[in-house]
């Protein structure tokens, strides 16, 4: 799709008309007295959040913002391969794919060796590795993406909308309170309402308020780390240049004039360019307030010489200050006493915008917590479940971190030359690039063992699926529809989990196959996880979702063969769900070959409902199942 | 995506309460008293048309139906590829991807051998031969087709809405007026204005009013062609069957019980039951009344013995009775006078369900009228090209029928038997039906010679483009970002036509370049068709958008090597265009290969608006490229 060819204008670029793109803000209603989940911040982390509540019909949601309307422009764009996959899993990815910039190549420009006041192509790569992910890594337009969580809060079974126009003013918890432990205050800034003052009570409370949270401040948590924020001037332009890779994501490193790294944006014609101020000739920590436009213009310039570019529009800019930090829990718990309060995304942790990491941190962060917080709102799970959300995350934002810093030191420091021998060299750089690929993919995320995440005694039975890490998807063929899709895709933002029975080599659904026998258990053994945490009034597979790959050819399969768990009865009129059956070969390809299933034994995968590999076990191994749920999940009273 | 597990519901499936799927309908504004087009009937007919025609912001269109909001639920459902690929034009096909069933594959049952009052599958077949087009076969209510269009429609440079509760009564052509040579008398149906008349006057009619047509009438076109029409029973239901083929597209022959075709629907549990009346038992004529939903389901009962289908709900039915027929012309067109009044859809042609042609051919012809009707408005071409619409879409029509005609009697014939030795080999129809694959998916429309198909003489250049049917799309790389996409996709629905310069065995952009020497000529001589026919204000690729592609790697290719015209300022601020040169290479695949297309010579491909292909010419054949446009095009005053 190109667009914005004559002007940038904010919102759907489907619809001609910019005055059409603008959505009516949402009704001015009073917030509610009491909810679950009072969620303060409308930026990735708390639409995502909110997008994931809005799944549960029982849990009320409740999501504020101080601004009086949705973002329009601006702020991160970079969306990486995993973010891709979770919004997959809300059935937006196909709106994104067709919207975004797709990164397919990264170009490294250094200084020219025989006259290094001029920049030169160093190399040109390959941006994401070959089935690292079925997904792109694109760019587009936060302001697209909150869109995007905002359609699926408001057409979920639980519709939510934002209140805008509140600020959080103070928050407080008493533990002692049972049911609506926290107390919340915000003062309207509406100018209807300017002034007025509110009280909510909540159950549990998410700062998603950013990198200023005042929920964090409440709850005595601090940032803490390198102490010197980088400066970055951003800028969203329409431009004219003959800087050949204007369209290709693209770092430079300049000889003296400083560095700067350009992102092509969605449309065709928009590029991001961001320059780095502290690295900047004559420029001795540059006052903010002091940098213009037509400053940063033309460092540009100075940087891409001999090139030259020549800015048309400025659709957006902003200097962007940021260190690398983090706070030591995301949550309020003390002393074993389970969270009411938590942190996500730059509330409690904040990134250099070089790696990307800023939104897809945080929004990872809340697909982490919103199954945990829906499994305890909905009785599945005990509150203590809620800690292992500060446990997986507040390691995983470490780790970031670290690479971050090291990252961006790299990406800051001079080049190596002939007068500046301790510079990097340009070659090192770009191969630590290379290696960190899945670290900036959202692919290396690792959870450390815990109850959700076991300790992987049978990992050896499926090696291409890391126990800890997201499922990595492959294409198999649904055999109901002989339907050749993504098994990932199967598994969508609803707080199931799910059990992969992957079949070995004993005939389909003969009396030899683990897989039969394994359903068996599963769905009349009063032991089995899905007889005991099942409601009675539920589908079968409304808490753990059961399906199959077999090694044979889908056609090899016939219906009337399959388990009764295979193809369950379910809703008011018990239709038959027939899509729970596959076929491993695809296109050629068997997905036991592409994710390195054992093709004797088989295997089952527990995938948690946010699609990370919680335990991989021997088919017949009924007690490791049954004890891992029993771990997780409680039986409603 | 699966959905309707708890009931059907119409309207957009993603948004879970069913109310919220209701889209107000549009105010109740009087009709304009003059337009450029009116089209009368919203129909998939009509609303192609009126979505193509919304692209041009000069244009007044006007499109009316009886009608007192869109189409909810009902009708066809089947979307061949083809169709696919003109959804892609337009943008919507992902959606239309995402939210569809897929026929992949189709089962044939038929009575058993050894106790014929049981039917037995005979086999399995792949749906839509591989590489015949890069779209699935898809089946979905056809009114959510009908949403898409009304999107693109709202959301067009300019804004169409269609008028409902408005009839046609009749119109008139006064061919000695000039301006507006037809008037329409229209009668309002809704309450508020119910019995008040409007009279519009319009340079162009097009009657997509449906096998009824009133167009059709006023203008004394008749459809002729088999007066025995086909009776069948269809319903879409939910429903709980043993039947093992359920969610795979299934013919079944019974060898008494008549016949019945299954189409399983969009999300997962909906399916379509077509049960040929004709064939019932002790049906000798069955008056149409006197069917009932009851007797369809024990007539589906009978027909699929020893399975059995329990329908839990029925979503939408009806009796469906159609003949094969045709109009002598699609127009109103006499002696040479260009014509002002179209007859389009099942106005002009009516078919069998069964090939499932009738919205597939539908939006196909307006597809074909619409960009020429957009050429004469816009004064592109003269009204003489309005009359290739007619010859070229009867002539195709009528090869429709004559093989649906042929399709129809052997899906209908009884199983050939020791006792009814005359009827159709099941294999016979087998075959019939992967040989026909092609027509059906909308893929072997061949257009006839005339001034928009040449006479082929250069079609050894490029023998897997064949002139005068569709480009055949494949994958190539796309330079500026290194985007793997299908060079089909680059052609949209905006009325432009296309010169694909394919690039021989010559030095990329060297002197010897014929792409280089052709885009010298295109841009610069005052005969080329780019110079004569974009009007001065406009962008270059207004009027003919010229791309290249050339056989080395995307990385071998140089951004500043480019001519210009292959990179053009466009826009209000001058901004370049990258979008318009690409590698054959992809995905190790050449197109070159995939299409053979000749790798030494190179050839310029001309692309009609509706991605037909036009000519296959000598990279440096000026003379052939600039007299096809002079045959088409004209200069503006
Ligand atoms: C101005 C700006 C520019 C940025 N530029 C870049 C960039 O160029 N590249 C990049 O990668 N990343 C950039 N980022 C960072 C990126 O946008 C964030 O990492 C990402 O948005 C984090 O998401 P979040 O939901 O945690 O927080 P945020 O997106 O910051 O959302 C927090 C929300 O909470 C609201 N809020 C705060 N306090 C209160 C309160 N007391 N009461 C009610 N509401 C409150 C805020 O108004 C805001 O909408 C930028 C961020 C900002 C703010
Ligand atoms: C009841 C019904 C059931 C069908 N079932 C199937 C099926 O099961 N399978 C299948 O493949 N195809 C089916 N079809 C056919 C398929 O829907 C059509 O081939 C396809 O819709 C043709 O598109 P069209 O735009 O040409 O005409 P239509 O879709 O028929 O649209 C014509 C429109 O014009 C309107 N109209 C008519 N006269 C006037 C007037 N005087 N003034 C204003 N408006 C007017 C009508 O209300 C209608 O909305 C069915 C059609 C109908 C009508």
Redesign the interface.
Known sequence: ??FY???FHPGDP????PA?RVIAPPLKHPLPQEVDVMIVGCGPAGLNLAAQLSKFASISTCIVEQKDDRLLVGQADGIACRTMEMFEAY?FA??I??EA??V??TAFWKPNTEQPEQIARSS?IQDVEDDLSEMPHVIINQARVHDAFL?VM????R?VVPHYSRQLLNLEVDPTVTDYPVTLTFERLDSQHLGVMETVKAKYVVGCDGARSTVRKSIGRKLVGDSISQGWGVMDV???T?F?????KSAIHSSNEGNMLII?REG??MVRLYIELDKLKNNERLNKQSITTDYLIAAANRIMHPYTIEV??IAWWSVYEIGQRLTTAFDDAEDGRSPHVFLAGDACHTHSPKAGQGLNTSVNDTWNLGWKLAHVLTERANAELLQSYSFERQTVAQQLIDFDREFSKMFSAKPKSATNPDGVDPTAFQQYFVQFGRFTAGTAIHYPQSDLVSSGQHQCLATGQTIGMRFHSAKVTRQ?????MHLGHSMKADGRWHILAFAGEQNFMSDTCKVKALCEFLQHNPSSPIQRFTPKDADIDAIINVQAVFQVPH?KI???DIHSLLQP???????????KVYSALCEENSFYDKRRIDKKNGCIIIVRPDQYVADILPLSDYNGVTSFFDRVLIQRA
């Open positions: 799709m190109q060819q004559e002007g489907k619809i001609t008309d059409d059935d196909d709106q794919k067709q910039y797709w397919n190549e040109k359609e408001r057409h979920g079974p519709k329409l431009a004219v003959d050949p890779d204007i369209r290709l092509p065709g014609y048309k529009e109901a529809d002989a339907k050749p056609r016939e219906v009337a009865s379910k809703g008011c009129h018990g239709l038959k769900d027939y899509e």
